[in-house]
């Protein structure tokens, strides 16, 4: 069993793997290094060693107020350009509302003026035709009985009239409430669309 084993990882091995140099290699460096001590080094060398380390954290401190100069321009500048952008965004909705309310205005108009002329027309032509029956003449020849039957229908067929003409008016009227109510949800959402 521990030869299939020793098969097994040597599969694993590359050709130049030498387990006693890699040993002799971990033995001399296995100890850690640590930090470099000053205090072996004589004046000239703690001086050069105190310069240059001053001169890195300089050069750190400088790169850093650098980079924090940056930014705080780059914010200024976002924080200048929405700003910029809140005002014209501003403007615009100012803009955009006062175009839906002289839109709704003049629609409130249109419907109205709308409701106005059918009724109009329903009242023209309820008229006319009241005219008309009242213009047909019931003949002389006939009797009594049949005159009184005859301008019994005529008013029957002007009292259907003037209640057809009615309701007429009053679905007009119904539709026009209607147009207006759905007009006003419809500006009430582009309102509420237009804010956002």
Known sequence: MNNKVDDFLQHYASQYYDPVKAHEYYMRNR???GRRSTSDLNDEGKEIWSYTKNEIKSEKKEVSNQQKEAHKQTVT??????????????????????ILKERAAKQRKDISEKSKSDKKQIEDKKSAEIERL???????????????????ERKEKISKLRESAKFDKEKVSDNAVNDRNTLNESVKFEKEFAAR
């Open 134 to 152: 009242q213009e047909q003449e019931i003949p002389k020849n006939v009797s009594a009985e049949n005159r009184a039957r005859m301008i019994a």
């Open 31 to 33: 100890e850690l290094k």
């Open 77 to 98: 500048e976002l924080r200048n350009n929405a700003a910029a952008t809140r005002k014209r965004i501003t403007e615009r909705l100012k803009q955009l509302n006062a």
